[in-house]
């Protein structure tokens, strides 16, 4: 595709739900990142992928935090036992080598835990 | 600890009126800074970036950066804002590290008044 394409745009799950956030990047980018944006705040980094591998993954809360990329280009992010201290929009972005070159970031998905 | 600070969370501003975002970073040897727009249900959008070389930068829709080492800043600044610039304007920095793990602010939404 053109961009970066995130789906669902928006999830409502209840408190102790598992979740998958699915990211689709641009064609060709062997680097994708995984970000969160509370309410209020900027983005706060989770994870980074290099190809299949997470080459970072410090930004990860804990460990009901989960992403993987498989085949190096299609990534899920997975959440257990989500709380509603995980309510965010969880940002999705590629770019082409990872070294210092545009992140073209996704729309997001917004997810909210009741 | 890294940083990014955007000390003003709103900026209201008059429609032809010239702008001022503020940035300030915690000190390092080595960064590379953005600004990135984000307009309402919309993703994050690169405005400019400063890698190296000039430290005036020149981005996209007439916006404006100055990279200050000496005082950790990196402002952003338009002469003549426009309706259509209304959006929330993130700056963000990598510093040394080899990949493209970005550090934000929190975020300055820019109001323009008709």
């Known amino acids: 595709g053109a961009g970066v394409s995130q789906t669902p745009s928006n999830k409502v799950t209840e408190k102790g739900k598992y979740v998958e956030l699915r990211c689709d990047p641009i064609s060709g980018h062997t680097a994708l990142y995984w970000y969160r944006q509370s309410l209020g705040q900027g983005p706060e980094f989770l994870i980074y992928?290099?190809?299949?591998?997470?080459?970072?993954d410090s930004g990860l809360p804990n460990d009901r935090f989960f992403a993987v990329r498989p085949e190096g280009s299609v990534s899920t992010l997975k959440i257990q036992r989500t709380e509603r201290g995980d309510s965010a929009v969880y940002l999705c972005a590629s770019s082409l080598t990872g070294d210092r070159t545009e992140a073209f970031f996704g729309q997001g998905t917004r997810l909210t835990v009741v | 600890a890294q940083s990014v600070t955007q000390l003003d969370s709103q900026v209201p501003v008059f429609e032809e009126a010239p702008v001022e975002l503020r940035c300030n970073y915690s000190s390092s040897v080595s960064v590379y800074l953005f600004w990135y727009v984000q307009y309402p249900n919309q993703g994050l959008q690169l405005l400019l970036k400063y890698l190296s070389g000039s430290t005036l930068v020149k981005g996209i829709n007439g916006f404006e950066a100055e990279f200050n080492k000496s005082q950790t800043s990196f402002h952003l600044r338009k002469p003549s804002v426009h309706i259509s610039d209304t959006a929330e304007y993130f700056c963000a920095v990598i510093y040394s590290g080899g990949y493209q793990k970005v550090t934000f602010g929190t975020g300055t939404k820019l109001q323009v008044i008709p």
């Open positions: 992928f290099q190809g299949t591998g997470a080459a970072d």
